[in-house]
């Protein structure tokens, strides 16, 4: 299992080394540019100085070169070195170069007034690098005449870079000390940013740990400062708990209603088996007998087929077929298949079909399904004497139909929502045992499987209307 603030930390110094690596390292390269270009500016400055010093006279060329003021061209173990060249022969020669006699400095052919650097091997071996000039010596301004008889000269500067190469070491060195310092110190600010920055996920999680949804109030709050990224997470995972609890409660009621609903039958059976075992030549007794437990048996076998499809529309277990059904048609047929139930089915249903087509596309047996339930529940829970007013509707959307009736029992506002609920009874159905509180259930069920739009409301206090709109895409 990968750590988020791991990944964080990491990936955040792999990310800050890399950028201050390139600052470092372009901060290196400028350094030691700028080392190298005021390098070469110190030996432009002494060639130009020396330059200086040779100056034409009607003597010839003369070179004024005074060793006390340039000590470092002198005999010493750290000494510099410079030549001159007038034509093809040796002008003058620095101290320094005494104790090499037979070496001479870097000399090449160059536009007159123009010079060059390079790298060389000074006369003592040491590393070192030269500036080669080729110049015209200084005529004084009222000897125009000398100018013309006098050649050019060439100049050579050599310096050890010894001295140079320590420090571009001790710089880049120092820098890359530098450098890991800044990222170790970098990677402790960027666990303590990252550790500080996740404390309120950290937070959330044990408040998530502490939550127990068998409480009935059970808000996700916290005491830390709220955040726009945490805070939408919060509302999501309260609302997941509160629907968790939702349906945890919703079991339980399940499991008591299924536990009550098969304990009237068992209890029944038991009490007639108890009384037939011990009045078994009682004739009152065992005549009903075997007829009661059958009944008896065929409500158990209804309930738990109710279950059964209950739990079948919940997990989309149901093959669908879908096909063209003749919507007047499947009525008919189930008005039929009611008929024995309520005899006066065909006087109180009345049929308002406003639908410009007569068919649907659609699962025959879980429509069949659904207006069966509809229809019947229509019939048990209003007077016997009312009208149950069915209407079809049909435009572009697709089909609506609506089953309106009247009720014996007022509905209160909050069991209008709870219609649906599995198992879910009111006062007058409960003392039916034919009855089980699953069909609408099994319709709302049934209609989300199909893609049906299921909705109920209160047209007045004491009348309610169903609602089921097949939608137009599934119109073949």
Not at 43 to 49: E, G, H, R
Request: include cysteine; charge should be negative.
């Amino acid at each position: 299992m990968r750590s988020l603030s791991t990944h964080l930390v990491i990936t955040m110094t792999y990310v800050v080394s890399a950028i201050l690596i390139l600052v470092f390292l372009a901060i290196d390269i400028s350094i030691d540019n700028w080392v190298d270009v005021e390098f070469d500016s110190a030996l432009t400055d002494k060639s130009n100085y020396l330059k200086t010093l040779v100056k034409v006279t009607k003597n010839g060329t003369e070179f004024d070169f005074a060793g006390e003021f340039m000590p470092e061209f002198g005999i010493s173990t750290k000494a510099s070195f410079f030549q001159l060249w007038q034509g093809d022969a040796v002008f003058e020669r620095s101290e320094s170069l005494s104790q090499f006699p037979g070496m001479d400095l870097l000399k090449q052919d160059l536009p007159l007034n123009s010079e060059i650097f390079a790298d060389v091997v000074l006369p003592d071996g040491r590393d070192g690098r030269a500036m080669v000039s080729y110049f015209e010596p200084q005529v004084p301004s009222n000897s125009s005449i000398l100018a013309s008889k006098i050649e050019p000269m060439w100049l050579t500067i050599a310096i050890a870079t010894t001295d140079l190469t320590q420090i571009s070491v001790i710089i880049d060195s120092s820098l890359a000390i530098g450098l890991l310092l800044v990222i170790v110190l970098i990677r402790w600010a960027v666990v303590k940013v990252i550790y500080r920055g996740l404390m309120p996920l950290n937070e959330l999680n044990l408040a998530l740990k502490n939550v127990d949804v068998t409480q009935k109030h059970i808000p996700l709050s916290s005491h830390f400062e709220r955040y726009t990224e945490i805070e939408p997470i919060r509302n999501e995972l309260n609302k997941f708990i509160q629907l968790s609890q939702q349906y945890l409660q919703t079991e339980k009621r399940i499991t008591a209603d299924i536990a009550h609903e098969l304990k009237t039958p068992i209890s029944e059976l038991i009490s007639l088996s108890e009384i037939y075992i011990r009045y078994p030549d009682d004739q009152r007794i065992g005549v009903s007998y075997k007829q009661d437990v059958l009944n008896i048996s065929l409500r158990m076998k209804t309930i738990v087929n109710n279950l059964l499809l209950l739990q079948q529309a919940s997990s989309e277990n149901i093959n669908l077929h879908r096909q063209h059904i003749y919507i007047n048609a499947l009525m008919d047929q189930i008005v039929d298949e009611l008929a024995f139930k309520f005899a006066t089915i065909h006087s109180r249903l009345n049929i308002d079909n406003r639908a410009s087509n007569d068919h649907c596309f659609a699962d025959e047996f879980s429509l069949h399904l659904i207006l069966s339930n509809l229809f019947d529940n229509a019939l048990y829970y209003s007077p016997s004497d009312s009208a149950i007013q069915i209407c079809l509707v049909s435009d572009d959307q697709g089909l609506t139909i609506s089953v309106e009736n009247q009720l014996v029992t007022a509905i209160k506002a909050n069991d209008l929502q709870r219609l649906t609920l599995p198992l879910f009874q009111t006062e007058r159905s409960r003392s039916n045992s034919e009855r089980h509180g699953l069909g609408l259930a099994i319709v709302e069920n049934i209609a989300k499987l199909n893609g049906f739009e299921f909705y109920f409301t209160l047209v007045s206090s004491d009348k309610i209307r169903f609602s089921l709109h097949i939608p137009a895409i599934a119109d073949g």
